[in-house]
């Protein structure tokens, strides 16, 4: 039996369906990522949780037992904000300390929860400090900590990484996975960031118009996107999402030029799709290559150890590549021979086909993928 059971969960605002017959499991010790846009329902599905929103219809079961009506504090489960939610006149220990007053808690184990608290998320030097004379790292850390002090069989953490800066979320991405592992402590964990939701989560549950539209390993979410809305989110620069038809028994057209399509794929792809090709999956060389896109190298951005190209074809589609840095290409040829004009330059960009996504052009819906021979699937 999984550990937490939401079954057909809902909750409107008004008119506004925010949670619509929700249903998931999450099995005990496991770290769920809610990751969806600005406006999806993330917030409103730990309130529904942690029993500080009750549902319209729909249960809440924790370790067996049904928890929909009880009270927050009743539940067993531990929750932290993304804009801290610190009590302003209380120290940083007194802000941990509060859920363990509240329980009457002797004040020799409340002590030693507290500073074993403050020592493993290492913020025990400013323990004194007010929270207005903290940074927002040690504001967060002082929020997980009182989160953690309980000890919670279930920890709701509402996009905590949000609200601080770069150094300090790089650093708690490494540390949350590792102390939470260490207490065995279920978490389901909300954010709109991709790169957290996948370098966090064993799975992804992607939320949008109050339902899960896909729940998978990280992997599986970005390699096996279930449409064409998921594969955009995950990704930057994002996808290349190029609209696509048939063209013979073995070529789709793309941007105006035939690309092979795969033997595999023959059965699959109807005479209109959506190609999704990932932007590390289109190679640009600046000779003719057969089977290539010819294209003009519109602009070129380096980001982090990877340079990323915007390309557009001859008919205007853009679409974006992106290759080591190692192996850059210089925007533009530096004469007015190539025939496009300064700043620009002519290259051909040829696409990953073997890698790609299809989708339906009408639902934005994953095609349907070949069966694998035997020898393949072994």
Not at 359 to 375: D, I, K, M, Q, W
């Amino acid at each position: 039996m999984a550990y937490l059971s939401v079954e057909a969960l809902s909750k409107a605002y008004r008119r506004n369906e925010v949670i619509r017959d929700l249903s998931f499991e999450v099995e005990r010790g496991e770290f769920l990522v809610v990751f969806g846009p600005s406006g999806a329902g993330k917030t409103v599905l730990l309130r529904l949780i942690a029993g500080m929103v009750l549902p319209d219809r729909g249960r809440v079961v924790l370790g067996g037992a049904d928890i929909t009506r009880d009270a927050p504090d009743r539940r067993d489960i531990g929750m932290a904000f993304q804009n801290f939610a610190l009590y302003p006149h209380m120290t940083a220990y007194e802000n941990i300390a509060s859920p363990l007053r509240s329980r009457g808690m002797a004040r020799a184990e409340l002590d030693g929860r507290v500073h074993g608290a403050a020592n493993l998320l290492r913020i025990d030097h400013v323990i004194t400090h007010l929270p207005k004379a903290l940074s927002n790292g040690q504001k967060q850390r002082t929020a997980l900590a009182r989160a953690l002090v309980g000890e919670p069989s279930m920890l709701l953490l509402d996009d905590p990484l949000r609200n601080v800066d770069a150094k300090v979320r790089y650093e708690m991405r490494l540390e949350l996975p590792r102390l939470l592992r260490a207490r065995d402590t279920t978490v389901i964990y909300v954010t709109q960031d991709y790169k957290e939701a996948m370098a966090l989560g064993d799975r992804i549950a992607v939320l949008g118009d109050g339902r899960f539209t896909q729940i998978g390993s990280p992997e599986t979410i970005y390699n096996r996107p279930a449409d064409s809305r998921i594969a955009r989110l995950f990704g930057d620069p994002p996808i290349n999402l190029l609209d696509a038809r048939r063209d013979g028994a073995a070529e789709l057209r793309v941007a105006s030029n035939s690309v092979a399509l795969p033997v595999r794929r023959s059965n699959t792809v109807a005479s209109d799709c959506v190609l999704g090709v990932r932007p590390e999956d289109v190679a640009v060389s600046l000779e003719p290559v057969a089977g290539a896109v010819p294209v003009e190298i519109d602009a070129v951005t380096p980001l982090n150890d990877r340079q990323v190209m915007l390309l557009r074809a001859d008919d205007g589609t853009e679409i974006f590549a992106s290759r080591p840095q190692s192996e850059q290409i210089e925007p533009s040829a530096g004469n007015a021979h190539d025939g496009i004009g300064r700043g620009r330059r002519r290259a051909w960009a040829t696409l990953d086909i073997e890698r790609a996504h299809f989708f339906e052009t009408r639902t934005g819906a994953r095609l349907a993928e070949p069966a694998l021979r035997p020898e393949l699937a072994r």
